[in-house]
């Protein structure tokens, strides 16, 4: 946990966010496993997700490179005056190259510095404090934080999968933070926590490695495992645990906090903070009915959407927060 007096301010200048065409419908779940459009609804508010395009080589890559070129065009700069990307991700196209370093080239950002952050769905939210550190301290003057992920390569979207397959989508969002004489913007307190204890809540065996001492079923390799109840339990208590953490370390109370953008993983979950810290719908937005859990990218998804409908101004107050495999969570807050 960390909370700091900044030296240099740090803006947030620019957003961007994107989504692939091809729609995944609860009807459509309906013809490949048993499952109901009512079930997927009153248990996690999902109506529909998105999916890479499946004749893409690269598709994180890919759905990467159009936040981030969204996000340059929102903040008025050219790649080349980017200093570095960060990308989180738990879904690279391969285990190497990183996928930062494929964005870096498919825009023309030149030979910048670019590397991959992976905390799960809680990885935008970890960067984009480690990204403001670098600018605050005088590494760079401007850092591009993306998140995408498309873990419905790693869904069995057959009966014996559908505890998971159900709940994810593919998206990618990026923000764009540079350095500014304002000492007013900038990282306010931030929390990150982990616990590897956990990894088996939430996890994709690879290889079989993993799940030859657990459960050997050749079904498993390669695809998203999940005990949804241990997952559940963990996110409605550390959700509002880590909100709660970070709104200490700032010395503020719940309503002054203007946007707590937040990681969707369930309407259930998202309404219960909502209702526990009193906050009106306008401050948390749910965005999850249309896109599903889109692991990175869903906190900077949720951004760029209020950015766009004119939400987001300056001197307000925005905490991110987000928790998943690992397990991960953690809160980054913000003066804009
Ligand atoms: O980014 C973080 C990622 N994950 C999360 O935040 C997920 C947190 N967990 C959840 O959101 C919920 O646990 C789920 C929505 C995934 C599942 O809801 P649940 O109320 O915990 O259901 P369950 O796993 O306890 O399953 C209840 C029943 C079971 O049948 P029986 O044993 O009662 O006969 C399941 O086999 O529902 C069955 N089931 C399904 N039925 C229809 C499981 N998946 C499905 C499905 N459609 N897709």
Request: charged share 20%; glycine share 10%.
């Amino acid at each position: 946990m960390t909370t700091r007096s900044r030296p240099a301010g740090v803006q947030i200048v620019g957003s961007g966010s994107a989504l692939p065409e091809r729609r995944l419908t609860n009807a459509d779940l309906e013809k490949l496993m048993d499952t109901s459009d009512e079930w997927i609804v009153q248990r996690t508010g999902i109506h529909e997700r998105r999916l890479h395009d499946k004749n893409d080589p690269y598709p994180t890559s890919s759905l990467g490179a159009k936040a981030l070129r969204a996000a340059l065009d929102d903040a008025g700069m050219a790649p080349t005056d980017l200093g570095l990307i960060l990308c989180a991700t738990m879904t690279p196209d391969s285990p190497t190259p990183a996928v930062s370093c494929r964005i870096a080239a498919q825009l023309g950002c030149g030979t910048i510095g670019a590397m991959d952050i992976n905390a799960a769905c809680s990885g935008f939210v970890f960067t984009i404090s480690l990204a403001h550190e670098l600018i605050a301290g005088g590494l760079y003057d401007s850092v591009a934080v993306v998140g995408v992920d498309t873990v419905t390569r790693h869904c069995d979207y057959s009966t014996f999968g559908r505890g998971a397959a159900i709940l994810f989508g593919d998206a990618a969002g990026a923000l764009i933070l540079r350095k500014t004489d304002d000492p007013a913007p900038g990282l306010i307190a931030q929390a990150m926590h982990s616990d590897g204890d956990g990894a088996r809540a939430l996890y994709i065996p690879s290889g079989m490695s993993q799940i030859v001492d657990a459960q050997p079923d050749e079904r498993m390799n390669d695809k998203i495992q999940m005990n949804g109840q241990k997952v559940f339990k963990f996110a409605v208590s550390k959700f509002p645990e880590v909100i709660e953490e970070t709104l200490a370390l700032a010395g503020l109370a719940p309503p002054e906090v203007d946007h707590y953008v937040c990681h969707q993983a369930n309407a259930r979950i998202l309404e219960a903070a909502r209702e526990r810290f009193g906050l009106p719908e306008s401050k948390l937005r749910v965005n999850i009915h249309r896109v599903g859990n889109t692991v990175a990218g869903s906190c900077p998804l949720v951004f760029d959407e209020l950015k766009k409908d004119g939400q987001i101004k300056p001197g307000q107050k925005v905490m991110f927060i987000a928790f998943g495999a690992g397990l991960t969570w953690g809160a980054s807050l913000w003066q804009l």
